[in-house]
Every structure is written in C-alpha cells, then in structure tokens.
C-alpha cells in the first residue's frame, strides 16, 4: 500500500506524486508500477505509470499525466490528496532500464509524458555522478506542456533538443519545431558509430517512428529500448 505524501504540479495536466511505500523493494531507472485504485462498490481499476525518481531517492515518485476520459489518472491528478492512500506493485520491468555502471553514449528520445522514465535515467545519472555523453530529443506538442522544465533547465552535462508540434513557438525559442525527423536525430547525435544505448518512450505511433528513424541512421535495433502506451491508457 502506497502512501502520498506529497504533490507537486508539473504542467496544466499532470502532476507528480511523492510516495510512501513500506518495505519498497528499491528500483532501477526506467521501471514502472501498477496502481490500483478500488471504489466503495468495489470496482477496481488499475493501470502502470512509470517511475520518475531516481533509484537513490528518498522517495517514489510518478508523475501522472490526466487522461480526460481515463479510468484511474483523473482521480490521481484532480481528487488525490497528502495522506491518500492505494495500492501499488512494482518495480516492474527488466527490458527498459539504464544504470551509471553501464558503459557507452545515452541517447533518449521522448514523446509528452514519455519523457517520464527517461528523467528517472538522467536523474539516477546526476546521482551516480556519471559523466559520459548523454543526450535528449522531447517532443511536446507546446512549451507549457514540458515536464520538468526548470530542472531540465538546471540540468548540466546533457544534451537537450526540444521540439514543439503544434503552434507558434514562443519568442526567442531556442529548440526546433514539428514532428521527429531524421535531420533532427542526425544533428543531435551521437551517432551511431559511437554505439550509444538508445531509450524511445512515448505514445505507439512516435515511439514506432522514432525506432524506425534511428535504425534508418545506422543505429543497431538491438541498441534501441522502446516503451510505449496507448490511447486506452489512464
């Protein structure tokens, strides 16, 4: 059973629970959890959000984007509270992880709140005092929609490349904007004669381009990790 201990806002539509969880287990960056959320009738709904803390963390986190006509995010983004509490399984996943002990470039690719997993990685990076390249390529739709914004700001020793899909980008807008492209992964390297772990995480159809892109570049499939989820999702 899982414990909220605090909320923070991350953008308009999501937010990050810190949890408390006796006996957690421990994690590795990039694994996820089921919530399971149970109504007075007794209905049960239960979907998997990914960890956003990383492993050394004093806590759990996951940030939870709000699905309009989802099942279990709505309650968690718009009705949760310190203190609430609900169950939870995990960590979960062996397939889509990165720890500091591994050798070689990073390379992550993130669609909205795709990036979620991804900021466990960089986050676990920073704590582990690692140094070796690492690089992201977000793909938000606008700038108000960037998770984790002022950290990413903060964040040294990283390549970032935002891009915006939709609108007109602010002024002075440093990133690119439309959809993922081969110029945009090319340009933001490393390629892949550097032989870097690759991380894609987003919605089906970005994370189906993005890997179909990076192998178009010369990129070994074996080398490019995908997570993706659904519309039914929430």
Known sequence: MATIRDIRRETEHAKTLVLQVPDW???????????????EDGYQAERSYSIASAPAGPDLELTIEKIDDGEVSPYLTDFAQAGDQFELRGPIGGYFVWTASLEGPLLLVAGGSGLVPLMAMLRHRRAAGADGDARLLLSVREVEDILYRDELDRMESVTIQVTLTRGEPPEGWRGTTGRINAEMLAALGPGPEAKPRVYVCGPTPFVEEAARLLVGLGHDPSAVHTERFGPSGG
């Open 25 to 39: 287990p421990g994690h590795l960056a990039g694994q996820h959890v089921d919530v399971r959320l149970t109504a």
